[in-house]
């Protein structure tokens, strides 16, 4: 990890090297925190980051989720991003919230536990990189979205993403797929995914998903290039018969996906739809497109 200057913690701008919290911290034991995943990037106007206002809408939805209350308004949030991008001299950077809850009590309980608060960022390229990934079908699902609230961001949930992305390693594979509770696709570790079959966009329903920002980015993107999405059921069948797959996501941004365990897709090439999407794609996160300004948030 490339490290920065500054990080910052509970409304103060701290060194990297001191923004320490305590082992007893209550969300490093039960994972009762909240988080969210947004980029900065390089503009003809400087440095924007890319829809920072929705990203903050769901850090404090999902901090509902869990009864938490952040000590910091989103307009004292907005700013802190802001000017962290500024004393960290940076022109591009991945940017991570986070909302735990912190040292002063034990037990599953967190009512009582003080709410914390930290930004940090740091440069990083793409996720899954640039070629077309392989990826294989976990033998872990996705939780249930009756024993979570699938659409808010928790620490804890991460550790399903965790076992399938181990799982991938071992099976000598970029990223997992993971199916829901009835045997449907459901998403990525850290992804929503996407198909494409006789020019026809196709994704998952969003009730065992995290419904990404960037998943709704592709929506609006796609309609706007005059291509059908829609939300449907997909199987596995489906999934490996498909013209094209790829993944969605702020880390990932758009990932063209060449095998699903040894079934090759679209001769292991990146797709002219998936071409299309992530080419716009990146013409809007660098502000080359008027009309998607709004999704940018210049640093000034």
């Given at each position: 990890m490339e490290e920065t200057k500054k990080i910052w913690l509970d409304g103060k701008f701290v060194n990297w090297q001191d923004a320490k919290i305590h082992?007893?911290?209550?969300?490093?034991?039960?994972?009762?925190?909240?988080?969210?995943?947004?980029r900065a990037y390089r503009t003809k106007n400087g440095p924007a980051v890319f829809r920072l206002d929705d990203h903050l809408k769901r850090f404090y939805s999902s901090a509902s989720g869990i009864e938490m209350k952040i000590p910091f308004s989103k307009k004292e949030l907005k700013q802190a991003v802001l000017k962290l991008i500024k004393i960290n001299k940076v022109s591009e950077c991945y940017i991570r919230p986070i909302a735990f809850?912190?040292?002063?009590?034990?037990?599953?309980?967190?009512?009582?536990?003080?709410?914390?608060?930290?930004?940090?960022?740091w440069p990083w390229s793409s996720y899954l990189g640039e070629k077309p990934i392989k990826v294989i079908i976990s033998k872990f699902i996705r939780l249930h979205p009756e024993s979570v609230i699938s659409?808010?961001?928790?620490?804890?949930?991460?550790?399903?993403?965790?076992?399938?992305?181990?799982e991938a390693k071992k099976k000598k594979a970029d990223e997992a797929l993971l199916l829901d509770y009835q045997g449907y696709l459901a998403e990525g570790p850290g992804e929503n995914i996407f198909i494409v079959k006789n020019k026809?966009?196709?994704?998952?329903?969003?009730?065992?998903?995290?419904?990404?920002?960037?998943?709704?980015?592709?929506?609006?993107?796609?309609?706007?290039?005059?291509?059908?999405?829609?939300?449907?059921?997909?199987?596995?069948?489906?999934?490996?018969?498909?013209?094209?797959?790829?993944?969605?996501?702020?880390?990932?941004?758009?990932?063209?996906?060449?095998?699903?365990?040894?079934?090759?897709?679209?001769?292991?090439?990146?797709?002219?739809?998936?071409?299309?999407?992530?080419?716009?794609?990146?013409?809007?996160?660098?502000?080359?497109?008027?009309?998607?300004?709004?999704?940018?948030?210049?640093?000034?």
């Open positions: 082992v007893l911290t209550h969300t490093l034991h039960y994972g009762g925190g909240v988080f969210e995943g947004v809850y912190g040292y002063g009590k034990m037990g599953l309980d967190p009512h009582g536990a003080p709410v914390q608060v930290a930004i940090a960022l659409n808010a961001k928790i620490c804890g949930y991460y550790v399903n993403s965790i076992y399938a992305s181990l026809k966009i196709f994704t998952p329903f969003k009730f065992s998903i995290l419904p990404g920002i960037t998943r709704e980015t592709v929506f609006k993107i796609a309609k706007d290039l005059k291509l059908s999405v829609k939300e449907k059921k997909i199987t596995s069948k489906e999934l490996k018969s498909s013209d094209e797959v790829f993944f969605s996501g702020t880390a990932a941004e758009i990932c063209p996906i060449g095998q699903i365990d040894k079934t090759i897709i679209n001769n292991g090439k990146i797709g002219k739809i998936t071409s299309q999407i992530r080419d716009l794609y990146r013409k809007i996160i660098h502000g080359e497109e008027k009309k998607y300004l709004n999704w940018l948030t210049l640093v000034k």
